[in-house]
């Protein structure tokens, strides 16, 4: 196994550290980037070690190449993009804090009924003007930095890219168009008259609707789940995650960081490309 090591300011001082604490030199050292090889440390070790020094550490079997994928599937807010949708809308209504209380204990596993959860929020949106998620979308909504730079390794590599959230597909099908995504999945906000009626359509995508989302797609493309990278911040994130050969949390809530491949908290999405043997420099 090799341990890389990954941090936008990553110094001299560390790798030198952490050389001295791994007995050995890196065998590759670039900007933001260091590598080990052979290293016999177990994932917690590895964490630990991370934790320790402030870098985002992960454990890469040799030869593990994103090119040997199929699929790379990405959580939408606070993962691809760096806001929470439904938080923003209902800050044009006056109850963002209210909703956000909720948002953050669904994510970090504390409300265990999504779909509850989502309709207790929605419902808070009740009278809306439709108008203010296209003002969301045009001034709130940035993608995640190192985003684009991860989309375009994926294509090139020849994997297929889905977006699913429990989100809303005024989101999620205008960047799957924007960006050029594959495949999307995501709730739809109920409209009459121009104004949102506080529900939502159909089934609602909670944690079990991500993770048929990814088998579906697995599905269509002709690939097993174990040739799946999934990428995502939220507990509603981890059955997805759970069927994936590869998992990524990104900027992720403790619960979900204990039980995934991957942790970045420091570096941006670009970082996941440095955890395979074909990227450049590696």
Known sequence: MNLVVQHPELSDATVQALGAQLAAPAARRADGFARWSGVGLDREAVRALGEAHGVDAGLVPAGQRLADFRLMAFDMDSTLITIECIDEIADFIGRKPEVAAITEAAMRGEIKDFKESLRRRVALLEGLEESALQRVYDERLELTPGAPALLDAARSAGLKLLLVSGGFTFFTDRLRDRLGLDFARSNTLEVV????????????????????????????????????????DGANDLEMMGVAGVSVAYRAKPVVRAQTTYALNHCGLDAVVRLFSDAPGW
């Open 193 to 232: 008259d121009g104004r949102l009626t506080g529900r939502v359509l159909g089934e609602i995508v909670d944690a079990a609707g991500k993770r048929e989302a990814v088998l579906e797609a697995c599905r269509a493309i002709g690939c097993s789940p174990a040739q799946a990278v999934v990428l995502g």
